[in-house]
């Protein structure tokens, strides 16, 4: 149903494994690895501009609440008046709904897409665009001595080999993600009953859930979630740099 994300996606990997097998080998699961990281960086690249889209709307959206408070405190009761003069409000700012939440379905069909075709090299056949020999060649990769099908669960080989390389991974997609949210939340400058439940959620369920993936997830997807999470972090940090804080609202505005 997906095929129209599943090709495309497919095609980057091959052609970062085409380019790392010409140096490293074709079952070298350096070649392999490396091609996941590098299909991670081409894909988040090419969402680049989506990003910084989410970013704008998430700071307007912070802008137009005190605004949108003082709004409903001042046409308290009157439900058509407070709706005509938030959608003039939305206009004036330029604010479109459609436009913060477009970049975040993207992102997650792209990465749903990404996770199908490494989940998909389980099989005789081919992946998309890789052919039967290029999925087994997958399949007898290994990394450190460590398959990349490899699990906790079924390390198919030494655990002591399968721990030492999918801690590492786990540990950096889980600080990554940890940081990523304490900077995020960093930024806040109005703190309500809500944003304290998501801003808990964020620090650390996301971070424990990451832990767990360890547990169940083969190394080469744990290989994506650890480049991403990274990724996240660094480009936060990145487009954030200049960034002033949204100014916060007068104390009477929150009561």
């Not at 058509?80 to 459609?98: D, G, P, T, W």
């Not at 009953?193 to 424990?208: F, G, K, Y």
Request: hydrophobic letters at 55%; aromatic letters at 10%.
């Amino acid at each position: 149903m997906l095929d129209f994300i599943y090709y495309p996606v497919s095609a980057v990997l091959w052609v970062w494994h085409i380019g790392f097998a010409a140096i490293f080998g074709a079952t070298s699961g350096l070649s392999w690895a490396l091609a996941i990281v590098f299909l991670v960086v081409t894909l988040r690249l090419a969402l680049y501009r989506p990003f910084l889209a989410q970013v704008r709307f998430a700071r307007t959206m912070a802008e137009l609440q005190p605004k949108a408070q003082e709004l409903r405190k001042r046409f308290a009761g009157d439900r058509e008046r407070i709706a005509r003069e938030m959608q003039e409000l939305q206009r004036e700012h330029k604010f479109n709904v459609f436009t913060g939440f477009l970049p975040i379905v993207a992102q997650l069909v792209i990465f749903i897409g990404l996770l199908h075709v490494l989940r998909s090299f389980d099989h005789i056949g081919g992946n998309y665009v890789f052919s039967a020999n290029q999925v087994q060649s997958f399949l007898r990769a290994d990394l450190f001595g460590v398959s990349l099908e490899a699990t906790l669960a079924h390390p198919g080989g030494a655990l002591i080999s399968v721990v030492a390389l999918i801690i590492p991974l786990v540990m950096i997609s889980a600080t990554a993600t940890h940081c990523t949210a304490r900077a995020a939340v960093a930024r806040q400058t109005q703190v309500t009953s809500q944003t304290r439940v998501v801003n808990a959620m964020s620090l650390w369920l996301l971070p424990i859930c990451s832990l767990l993936a360890g547990l169940i997830m083969p190394v080469g997807i744990l290989i994506y979630f650890a480049t991403s999470s990274a990724w996240t972090f660094a480009q936060q940090l990145y487009v954030h740099r200049k960034d002033e804080p949204v100014a916060a609202a007068p104390a009477d505005a929150e009561s």
